[in-house]
């Protein structure tokens, strides 16, 4: 039995985990904690890297403890400690990978380095019923919005990426112009369910490139439009409407162009992950049009979509596992916040 711990702190998360190995069974997640530090960007409308650091230093011991007491566990039970490298914000990448590496020191064990995006790739893999390679998936977080193909663990191919911005920055700055607070995808998700997705008339970028590319750049300026339409005062009904309308705009175009990458592939499994993959409707209409084709979707726990430390733990374990935890040897670390 292997134990392994793992960090997270790309951004405005501590996530702390440990998972277990045990042979070829499914690495299994014994115990997480995760505080976020959303509140306290709140007031700025975005994240302040300084405070997210400092939290960060503030709150990683305190979350390893409630790990190891969650699991009825000791440090020297640990293993092995992976950590988020990157991509992220500098100063917080830090937190985590100088806690993570100094920890291993001590313990004697190795220090793995994540890539924060193969964490939420295989975020779906803490479910009880994890996909099997390979698949197509959908990375939409705040900072990504990639398709790609995975054919194994650290065998990826990107199929197609955003030209600008992210699927989950058109869902914040959207919001952030009909007045909601950071982060406003869950806020503008929740205002759509009481509105009209047809009331707006808003672009679909790149809908037929006809490639499984994404730009959604010139939606946040078609929203700005019809903010400055509608005026200083509109009724909640109209916000809700265009709220409804620029989700529906979002998720037409994940939903497309993931037709798109299953039909190139020729693949019928799809793996859905990062924050945005929380939201009901890109849920929903995902599920209609690939039921219809014979594909299965898989996505993580809700909780789960946005960032954590148990999909950084389920990447090492899972990398573990294949003889693909490779530490660096001198004992050094660095963070690659692009
Ligand atoms: O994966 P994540 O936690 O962080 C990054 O690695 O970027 O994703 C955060 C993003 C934010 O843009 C947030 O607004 C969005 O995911 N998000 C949602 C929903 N929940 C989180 N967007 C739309 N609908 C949701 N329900
Ligand atoms: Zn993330």
């Known amino acids: 039995m292997q134990r392994v711990f793992g960090f997270e702190s790309s951004c405005d998360e501590t996530g702390v985990a440990l998972v277990e190995v ?3 069974q499914p690495p299994r997640l ?3 904690a995760l505080h976020s530090q959303i509140s306290m960007h709140q007031a700025y ?5 300084e405070l997210a650091s400092r939290d960060h230093v503030r709150r990683v011991l305190p979350l390893t403890r409630e790990v190891l007491s969650q699991a009825g566990l000791a440090l020297h039970d640990v293993n092995l400690v992976a950590y988020t490298q990157g991509p992220g ?3 917080a990448l830090l937190v985590g990978a100088g806690v993570a590496v100094s920890l291993a020191a001590a313990l004697d064990v190795p220090a793995l380095p994540i890539h924060h995006l193969e964490g939420h790739l295989l975020s779906p893999f803490l479910s009880v019923d994890p996909p099997q390679f390979p698949f197509v998936a959908l990375l ?3 900072g990504h919005t990639q398709l790609m193909r995975v ?3 650290g065998r990826y191919e990107i199929l197609g990426e955003t030209i600008d911005d992210a699927a989950g920055e058109a869902f914040d700055k959207s919001a952030k112009l009909l007045g909601l607070p950071y982060p406003g995808g869950p806020h503008l998700a929740r205002m759509a369910e ?4 047809e009331a707006f008339e808003l672009p679909r970028p790149l809908l037929h490139s006809g490639k499984p590319d994404f730009s959604f750049a010139g939606l946040k300026t078609a929203v700005l439009t019809q903010v400055k339409k509608i005026g200083e005062s509109p009724c909640e009904q109209t916000k809700a409407d265009l709220a409804a309308s620029t989700q529906a705009a979002i998720v037409d175009v994940l939903v497309k162009k993931s037709l798109l990458a299953l039909k190139e592939t020729g693949l019928k499994r799809l793996v859905v992950a990062g924050g945005v993959g929380a939201n009901a409707r890109l849920r929903e209409q995902l599920n209609a049009v690939c039921a219809k084709r014979g594909v299965r979707v898989h996505y993580p726990e809700l909780s789960l ?3 954590n430390g148990a999909m950084i733990a389920m990447a090492a374990a899972l990398r573990l596992q294949r003889g693909m935890a490779r530490p660096r040897q001198d004992g050094g670390f660095e963070v690659r916040p692009r």
């Open 151 to 153: 054919d194994d663990m």
């Open 194 to 197: 009481f509105g009209n997705p």
């Open 305 to 307: 979509c946005t960032d």
């Open 89 to 91: 914000l500098a100063g």
């Open 30 to 32: 014994v115990a997480q």
């Open 22 to 24: 045990d042979g070829d």
């Open 45 to 49: 409308g975005g994240v302040v890297p």
């Open 140 to 142: 939409v977080s705040g």
